[in-house]
């Protein structure tokens, strides 16, 4: 095995660590209304009697629930303020933090709190579960256990991923990084763009090389404001002028993120470039992301990009679409000057983007 994996054994317990369990909703909380054969939410503390195994993990376990429960499709940034409140609550009395989370938007959430929280040096695993915790073959347990065994895992001392990040399906993403890809299946999200951060198997198996850690010790700093004023322009073949102005002339719009074809190439007509060119002039900030679930935007490679370029249009090479919208509510939300906001878009902050 090469020197930058670390095999950790799985029956080795993560004692004389703490976890906080923040339950704010989600298939894993759900039963089954064998009436209505609906999804129906229960209580936290009913979920812990589901899996007992976790009373002999060896940690001390303590649990905040939402109430009511948030269902992941009704997800907004006041209640990602929510979440990195409670975190910096309890920052120094836990070693981790696990979030119990609908799959739907669980990849928008990771990335917004790994813009939410700087300094950052414990571990915040989201996990969740395609099944009910009851449901007889459910995954949420295997899901729970193991981001437990993730947020508590130190060495000489240190937490071994100290970053926002995704357990599903037996891996470990970045959350700044991953994407839901699939509804049917327990492969639920891909880190398409960069590799995974550790695999579960007979050993949890973590790949130091691409773990991040923060730059500079010190204290917690959190973003709790953000500015939700962006819209997202998927373009289409067939994309009309109407269409456009619909989407780049709402009031009070600040960012566009323009989800490209391929390596960031977008059509050449008149009306299209027309449409960009004057929202760029008015100040507002378009973003270059692909559609492409893998590979990056490479900005004048071919000459259907290079105009984007030409017009003031920034890339924003291989950002996911989640990554993308909550970088830009949480750098919009700081009164930063445009330039700067640019200039920051184009750094990685967070591991979120591969530089060339």
């Not at 992941?72 to 989370?101: K, T």
């Not at 010790?217 to 289409?236: M, Q, R, S, Y």
């Not at 900005?299 to 090479?317: D, F, K, P, Q």
Request: neutral net charge.
């Amino acid at each position: 095995m090469p020197d930058s994996y670390f095999r950790y054994n799985l029956n080795m317990k993560p004692e004389n660590t703490s976890i906080l369990i923040i339950y704010t909703g989600g298939t894993i909380g759900m039963l089954e209304d064998p009436v209505k054969g609906t999804l129906k939410p229960l209580d936290f503390q009913k979920i812990m009697k589901h899996i007992p195994e976790i009373k002999g993990l060896g940690c001390r376990i303590e649990s905040i629930s939402f109430d009511p429960p948030i269902d992941s499709s009704d997800m907004d940034p006041s209640i990602w303020a929510r979440l990195v409140e409670i975190i910096q609550e309890h920052y120094n009395d836990f070693d981790g933090f696990v979030i119990l989370h609908g799959t739907d938007t669980m990849a928008y959430s990771a990335s917004a709190l790994s813009f939410m929280l700087d300094n950052l040096s414990k571990p915040v695993i989201f996990t969740g579960a395609q099944l009910p915790i009851g449901a007889l073959r459910t995954d949420g347990k295997e899901n729970l256990i193991t981001s437990i065994f993730i947020a508590a895992a130190r060495e000489n001392g240190v937490a071994l991923v100290p970053e926002v990040c995704i357990y599903f399906d037996s891996q470990l993403s970045r959350g700044n990084r991953t994407t839901k890809i699939n509804a049917a299946h327990f492969n639920a999200f891909q880190s398409a763009n960069y590799p995974y951060l550790a695999r579960a198997g007979v050993h949890l198996v973590y790949n130091r090389e691409f773990i991040r850690s923060p730059r500079q010790p010190g204290d917690l700093v959190v973003h709790k404001k953000l500015d939700n004023h962006i819209a997202i322009l998927k373009l289409f073949p067939g994309i009309n002028p109407e269409y456009m102005d619909a989407v780049l002339g709402y009031r009070n719009l600040r960012a566009v993120i323009l989800e490209t074809y391929g390596a960031g190439n977008a059509p050449s007509g008149l009306f299209f470039l027309k449409r960009i060119k004057q929202a760029v002039d008015k100040g507002i900030i378009v973003l270059d992301i692909t559609q492409c679930n893998r590979g990056s935007v490479e900005m004048g490679r071919y000459e259907t990009s290079r105009h984007l370029l030409n017009a003031g249009v920034i890339s924003g090479y291989d950002m996911t679409t989640e990554a993308a919208t909550t970088k830009l509510m949480v750098l919009l939300a700081q009164n930063l000057e445009v330039k700067e906001i640019k200039m920051l878009l184009n750094k990685s902050l967070k591991g979120e983007i591969t530089l060339p």
